[in-house]
């Protein structure tokens, strides 16, 4: 009988970053040059980063992660891929949960990342109820529409990396 993988064994398997070109079928939005996939772990360290009372998106991962990219790689334009960062935000979210309930204190704050509207995630865990009341108690609002629910003003509590 097989067992699942730990998200933990997920988040740290990946261990170097890689430059692709942009897939064909992306190169009308992201253009035809180069794309990084990111490592989880560099995921990570940037959702720890954001304090208390502030948010962060997956377009703002993505710019941080290509921009830091082209720093340290002689100015190389690269974009981040979006399919993976989502991903990496998933596993990194189970994983925090998995160390939640295993009583640790000291985990990634991945209710602090908000889609690029400021709408909630309904697939991290918990759902949207969880990272309602986690935000609610860092002092976040919201409003509803419809089935969504969205920070309110989210736009003046994005980390600035």
Known sequence: ???????RVKLEKITEAK???VPVKWQKQYGSGKMI???PL????????????KLVTVQL???KIANDYSKTHNGLEV?????TTGIFVRIISECANEDLQQ???NVTPYWRVVKDGGSLFEKLPGGIMLQTEKLSLEGFTFEHKGKKIKVQNFESKLVTF
Request: aromatic fraction near 6%; charged fraction near 35%; include cysteine.
């Open 19 to 21: 430059i692709v070109d």
């Open 103 to 105: 009583g640790k204190k």
């Open 1 to 7: 009988m097989k067992f699942p993988i730990p998200w």
């Open 61 to 63: 991962l993505r710019k």
């Open 79 to 83: 974009v981040t891929c979006p399919l």
């Open 42 to 53: 560099d995921v990570d360290a940037l959702i720890r980063k954001v304090r208390k009372g």
């Open 37 to 39: 996939i990111a490592k």
